[in-house]
């Protein structure tokens, strides 16, 4: 393949050609090579023919323009070949051999002897620079050592050598055109690429990406191969694997089936999803590879054990009557009207929602997958309100009347985002999170889960478990699910959440944002008396092994129980002092002290259950109660507990002896402190008008406490009970014992208003208060109180602290110290 360009092209180098083509069909000679052509193709001989016959003309060989033809189109540029000799091929037909010389770029056609096609061409001159530079050497080496690393896979060794020994560019490059994997489209690029330079650039890059082409083909094919010698040999070692187990057990005497064989069927024959089967087969063969001892063994069979426990294709049939579902929450719990229908509302438009398909109710897989809006029913419901009103139970009602199972997750002093989404299973001990496990305990996908306590997640340094919250109660998020134990993705789209929380301020805002809030505020007296002779002393009588007709509990001492033996706003504790009774009473009977059957009547309980432990403030002793000293008011406030009467004291210290200025005690937030500041500011402003001796308060430090010292307490809603204390005390007037107030007040006096008019009256009530003051801008909420409360208090809504004075402040009696000293 050496070619011998040399002598023949320099003469003619940009010299005018006229010459007859040649043309090849689908193949192309490059200077250099040495070509064999059938002379019985019609185009081939009349080219053959007219070279020789112009060549008889004049000196040399006969001369011929080589021009590669595609699909009928010829290129631009082609070769000027002579005809070397002519004879037979080897197969008998007539042949010539020729050999490419130089690139000739076609012009026009012009007229020759013989039959062909004549042109003229302009002989191409091949520019080398010189000296080479040291880039055009080092990519001649490259090409080399390609081109060799090639040959060598093929044995070629004497083109090997052959090709080492060239040492011109366009030679080097024009080589090329011997190798079979290039396409002619590519070859035609290497003729038509005059700048020897860039044809060897051209032709590199050609030889290094057959070479990559073939270096992943073979890869391909030599990982199938791999594949499939694997695959016997694992088979191969199972068996062994098996055979030299079953050996074992002969010698333990055991006779069971092996573990992961176990595992293997189990995993096989469950009804899991196809992904989750995927990873549990995964994990399987791990269980396979690792002795029984490992400890990553017994991880294995823990992530097992829980994958195959977890519900994957169960789902209970939603009971979709809306009137049995409300029949269910009627049921369980007395009262409750509001929420009762706020619950069915909720249930009618998931009803509706599913009925339509515009959500993931009952199992309809694919459904809605969030695409924006919310899903099924809209947003999670939260029951807000003070502990024991029944929000737990009812959320177990609300899945009776769905007909689905109920799970509640306790998220109270959850700090861990690890809790709601698991520890991955590098970890220690690690255990899928509540929401995984809560779905294991449901025992299906759809079930009812209630969130308990949400309002007391809390979040440090081990993450945020309210932002994982989020992602559980996200429906565009929620149908892929991913625990870091499970690590494979779980569908909650079809579980109704349900949430619960004491204090609604303490709800992370984020999941505030995603929930529709139903407030429970506590209960009446006389409902508290309907829960507990329907619901609690039933249950109650059970738990002490009494029969219904054995105890009765009469109407008045379940009053009292409610009254004074408890003060709350739920039932919990009524509820334990009735499982107390009713212990004593089954108690005495099995002592032989009682017979049965028994009704309980008020006067009993005393004997019972001893004494009251909570007398209303109007019924005590005057000397005793908390108002009896000027400077003592009676404030509303709400808790986590729900509503509570609280007493504020206030008084001056002696200038002698106390430093001026205000001092606050109590735990008090912020917004309470700065509400005392503006009850000062207020009296020090207008004091003088309402005839108070103000000039007192110049030398003398005031100090107000808030008792139950040991409760944080914040919001500006004591500042009207605040005023009134310091106004009691300066004037030494005492505040009235039955009235009690709330509202915040601001510099001028004005009342301005404040939150939980509901639970603070029934506070009151229950308190045994009998006048209460709130601001005007609060009147709208008494639509909420019951009927029964407001009928049993005199309520006055007032615009100004002055009003809040003449209403609370007991005349001032003769002889009383007008202004006490500190104690
Ligand atoms: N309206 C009601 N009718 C019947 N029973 C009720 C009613 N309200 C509460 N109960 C009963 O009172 C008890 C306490 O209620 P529950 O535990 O649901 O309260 P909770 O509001 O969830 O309290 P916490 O905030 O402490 O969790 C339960 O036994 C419940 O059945």
Redesign the pocket.
């Known amino acids: 393949m050496a070619a011998e360009s040399g002598e023949f092209r320099a003469p003619e180098s940009s010299a005018v050609l006229t010459l007859p083509v040649l043309p090849l069909d689908d193949e192309v000679v490059l200077p250099g090579m040495v070509v064999p052509l059938d002379l019985s193709e019609g185009e081939v001989r009349a080219a053959v023919e007219a070279a020789q016959a112009a060549a008889r003309e004049e000196p040399g060989k006969p001369r011929v323009l080589l021009v590669p033809r595609i699909d009928g189109t010829y290129a631009s540029t082609g070769v000027l070949g002579t005809v070397e000799q002519v004879g037979r091929l080897s197969d008998g037909d007539p042949g010539a051999l020729i050999r490419g010389r130089g690139r000739v770029r076609i012009g026009s056609g012009t007229t020759g002897p013989g039959a062909a096609l004549w042109v003229e061409g302009l002989a191409l001159e091949e520019k080398v620079p010189e000296p080479l530079p040291g880039a055009v050497t080092e990519l001649m080496k490259e090409y080399k050592a390609l081109a060799t690393s090639w040959l060598k896979d093929r044995g070629a060794w004497q083109v090997v050598d052959r090709v080492q020994q060239i040492d011109e560019v366009s030679q080097l490059a024009d080589n090329s055109g011997y190798s079979p994997f290039l396409s002619t489209a590519q070859k035609v690029e290497l003729l038509e690429t005059a700048d020897p330079v860039e044809r060897l650039k051209l032709a590199t890059e050609q030889l290094r990406a057959h070479l990559a082409e073939q270096e992943v083909a073979e890869s391909i094919a030599k990982d199938v191969q791999e594949g499939v010698d694997k695959q016997q040999r694992e088979f191969l070692l199972r068996r062994q694997l098996d055979a030299v187990r079953k050996e074992l057990r002969g010698l333990n005497g055991e006779g069971a089936e092996d573990e992961s064989d176990d595992y293997r069927a189990r995993v096989e024959s469950a009804d899991l999803p196809g992904k989750v089967r995927e990873a549990a087969l995964k994990e399987v063969e791990k269980l396979e590879r690792s002795s029984d001892q490992s400890p990553e063994g017994s991880w294995i069979r823990t992530w097992l054990d829980t994958v195959l426990e977890l519900p994957w294709n169960e789902r209970t049939e939603d009971a979709y009557d809306i009137s049995g579902a409300r029949a269910v929450l009627d049921a ?5 009207e509001d929420v009762k229908e706020r619950i069915t509302e909720y249930l009618a438009v998931r009803k509706r929602r599913a009925d339509r398909g515009f959500g993931v109710i009952d199992g309809g897989k694919g459904a809605e997958t969030g695409t924006g809006g919310r899903r099924a029913g809209g947003a999670v419901l939260a029951l807000v ?1 003070p ?8 959320g177990e009602s609300v899945a009776h009347a769905m007909g689905r199972s109920f799970v509640r997750v306790a998220l109270g002093g959850v700090r861990d985002e690890a809790e709601i989404r698991g520890h991955r299973r590098t970890y220690v001990g690690a255990l899928p999170g509540r929401i995984v496990r809560a779905i294991k305990e449901a025992g299906s996908m759809n079930p009812v889960v209630l969130l ?2 949400v309002d007391k997640v809390g979040s440090d340094f081990r993450g945020d478990p309210a932002a994982a919250l989020l992602e559980v109660l996200d429906p565009a998020q929620n149908h892929t699910f991913r625990d870091h134990y499970l690590e494979v993705e779980l569908d909650l789209s079809d579980v109704v959440f349900l949430a ?1 929380a ?1 204090v609604l301020e303490a709800i992370p805002e984020a999941l505030l944002d995603r929930m529709e809030l139903v407030r ?1 505020d506590g209960y009446t007296e006389d409902e508290k008396v309907v ?1 507990a002779r329907d ?2 002393l039933p249950r109650q009588l059970e738990r002490a092994g009494l029969e219904p007709s054995e105890v009765e509990i009469e109407e008045g001492a379940l009053r009292k129980l409610a009254g004074e033996y408890t003060r709350e706003a ?3 504790n009524l ?1 334990r002092s009735l499982s107390r009774l009713l212990r004593k009473i089954a108690a005495q009977h099995e002592l032989g002290e009682r017979e049965l059957p028994f009704t309980v009547a008020d006067a009993d309980l005393r004997a019972l259950i001893g004494r009251p432990h909570h007398v209303p403030e109007s019924a005590q002793d005057p000397a005793e109660r908390r108002t009896s000293v000027p400077g003592v008011a009676t404030g509303l406030a709400v808790t986590g507990a729900g509503g509570d009467v609280l007493y504020v004291e206030a008084s001056l210290a002696d200038p002698e002896t106390g430093a001026a200025g205000l001092t606050l005690t109590g735990q008090l937030g912020e917004v309470m402190k700065e509400s005392a500041q503006i009850a000062l500011s207020f009296l020090r402003s207008r004091g003088a008008e309402l005839e108070l001796p103000v000039a007192d308060l110049k030398e003398r430090g005031v100090h107000i406490h808030f008792p139950a010292g040991a409760v944080p307490k914040d919001g500006p809603s004591a500042g009207v009970t605040m005023t009134t204390a310091l106004a009691s005390l300066l004037g030494g007037r005492l505040v009235r014992t039955d009235v009690a107030m709330t509202g915040e007040v601001s510099l001028t006096g004005r009342v301005l208003p404040i939150g939980g008019v509901k639970q603070k009256l029934l506070a009151a009530h229950r308190a045994g208060i009998t006048t209460v003051v709130i601001p005007k801008r609060n009147e709208a909420d008494l639509d909420d109180v019951p009927a029964e409360v407001l009928d049993k208090l005199d309520v006055h809504a007032v615009t100004d602290v002055r009003q809040v004075l003449e209403l609370a402040l007991e005349p001032a009696t003769d002889g009383a110290e007008r202004i006490p000293v500190a104690a």
């Open positions: 369980e719990h007395a009262g409750l309100g502990p024991g009103v029944g929000k737990t139970s009812l308990d306590e619960t004491n429970l829960i619901h609690l739920g039932v919990r509820e």
